[in-house]
């Protein structure tokens, strides 16, 4: 075998989880970030106040305990450890009920009363064969699958929209506790197959959870980044690449970038209809960020809810479904469907001095330009009155910050890409072979290749097995 000369240009979780699984293949790596910090969305500020750990977009990681390539890599042995808060999620309504994800399938379900059965038989033969899952998942899209069954079952429940698979449930509670984890989606939940995303996530939670990362999701970088060190690679920041003499001299080139970067760089290079399907690559809607720094826990009217790490708020489910609707179609709605994360709860050393490190955002429409802080505000204060007088500290990032803060988030859309029928089954483009860029020798590896978004690693590690078959001469 010839060991090769690699970069990866963007030193986020698949740029660096490309740059180890090269060196673990024998081949020299050379990590190009252009920021002062590596990380991408696994970044963790002081944001507020002194002392304060706020993750600054990827917060709860159980798409890390359930990649095939992450969960082998003995990131542990680098200061990575996980911590799990009492509840995964919970999504609170209007008259004090709230719905409870438990990890324990048995207790969630025995909490939604009416819905426990339909709960526990929806969910149930999903748990069993949730690593079957998760490999198949975790794949392009066309490939031979290894557990034909269980992903025809998966698809049978993923095929209706969120109101539909619900319909003849009897409670808010279920439905809106499922809804919510739909709504990471980000896309309108009355289309086909947008209960993937809920029935994945929510899998999840119920067998591997939905942890933390001690100190922060920075942890995940830092034991990436010091497994690829020991491996013999480099890392190199402040680096930008904006032409490709820059990596010229690499027998290989990674981009942990959006397509339409790849096309700037890579120009002509590129086939023509597979540069202009990166040029005209789709973007989703945009996320509005907000960290606060709050004097003790948040006043849930619920207190069940302050046990949970993650909360969805938006009401029942069709006031959800309405504001994903709108969003998608451009407008701001004034009830926003708000993620809050509580990741203290786990994690006490985010906090300082009594006061806590609360970090939310709101769906908003791509390129928002307004103000959303207060939106997010009054959706927390209505589920937990009084929440507003304990802020003491705030800091927010629009869409546009958030594409300042890392160009992939183009106009906001965290998930690098429209997740959409096609931008989520044919992400980046219609191919069997989405990681190569069809220019030799360069391939792309960002969240814009399948699984898609998520800390999970496996777009870097399915583009690094392509880039080093090719350069062994396996192909």
């Given at each position: 075998m010839r060991a090769g000369t690699a970069y990866v240009v963007g030193a986020g979780p698949n740029g660096l989880t490309a740059a180890v699984r090269l060196a673990q293949r024998g081949h020299q790596v050379t990590v190009l970030e252009a920021g002062s910090r590596i990380g991408g969305g696994t970044r963790t500020s002081e944001n507020t106040l002194p002392?304060?750990?706020?993750?600054?977009?990827?917060?709860?990681?159980?798409?890390?305990?359930?990649?095939?390539?992450?969960?082998?890599?003995?990131?542990?042995?680098?200061g990575l450890e996980y911590l799990w808060p009492e509840i995964e999620f919970a999504h609170p309504l209007d008259d004090g009920r709230a719905g409870l994800l438990h990890r324990s399938l048995e207790q969630t379900a025995a909490g939604l009363g009416a819905d426990g059965g339909r709960w526990r038989r929806l969910f149930a033969p999903l748990v069993r064969r949730y690593d079957d899952l998760v490999d198949e998942l975790f794949q392009p899209v066309l490939h031979i699958p290894r557990h034909p069954l269980t992903l025809a079952r998966f698809g049978l429940s993923a095929a209706p929209s969120p109101s539909l698979l619900t319909r003849r449930w009897q409670t808010e509670e279920g439905p809106a506790l499922f809804g919510g984890a739909a709504a990471h989606l980000t896309y309108p939940l009355t289309r086909p197959l947008t209960s993937a995303v809920g029935l994945v996530l929510t899998g999840a939670a119920h067998t591997v959870g939905w942890p933390v990362a001690r100190g922060g999701s920075r942890a995940i970088t830092d034991a990436l980044a010091a497994r690829l060190l020991e491996l013999g690679g480099r890392i190199e920041t402040d680096a930008p690449v904006t032409r490709l003499e820059q990596v010229g001299d690499a027998d290989a080139v990674l981009f942990d970038l959006a397509p339409p970067a790849v096309a700037r760089l890579l120009g002509d290079l590129l086939p023509p209809r597979i540069r202009r399907a990166y040029t005209r690559y789709r973007f989703g809607p945009g996320a509005f960020k907000l960290d606060l720094a709050v004097e003790g826990p948040i006043?849930?009217?619920?207190?069940?809810?302050?046990?949970?790490?993650?909360?969805?708020?938006?009401?029942?489910?069709?006031?959800?479904?309405?504001?994903?609707?709108?969003?998608?179609?451009?407008?701001?709605?004034?009830?926003?469907?708000?993620?809050?994360?509580?990741?203290?709860l786990a994690d006490p050393s985010r906090s300082a001095d009594g006061v806590n490190p609360v970090w939310a955002y709101a769906h908003v429409p791509a390129g928002y330009g307004g103000d959303a802080s207060e939106a997010i505000i009054a959706q927390?204060?209505?589920?937990?009155?009084?929440?507003?007088?304990?802020?003491?500290?705030?800091?927010?990032?629009?869409?546009?910050?958030?594409?300042?803060?890392?160009?992939?988030?183009?106009?906001?859309?965290i998930a690098t890409g429209a997740n959409d029928l096609l931008g989520t089954v044919f992400r980046p483009r219609l191919t069997p072979d989405p990681y190569r860029t069809g220019a030799p020798g360069f391939y792309l590896c960002s969240a814009a290749t399948p699984p898609g978004a998520g800390v999970h690693g496996m777009g870097g590690f399915h583009a690094a097995n392509a880039a080093a078959d090719d350069l062994e001469g396996a192909r």
């Open positions: 002392g304060l750990l706020h993750d600054d977009c990827s917060a709860f990681h159980p798409t890390a305990l359930a990649s095939p390539y992450l969960r082998v890599l003995d990131l542990e042995r680098h006043p849930w009217a619920n207190t069940d809810v302050g046990r949970a790490g993650t909360v969805h708020l938006g009401g029942a489910l069709p006031e959800i479904v309405a504001s994903e609707a709108a969003v998608a179609a451009g407008r701001m709605p004034r009830r926003p469907f708000v993620l809050v994360g509580q990741q203290y927390v204060e209505r589920f937990a009155p009084g929440f507003r007088d304990r802020i003491v500290g705030r800091f927010s990032r629009g869409p546009g910050e958030m594409e300042a803060y890392n160009a992939n988030y183009v106009g906001g859309d």
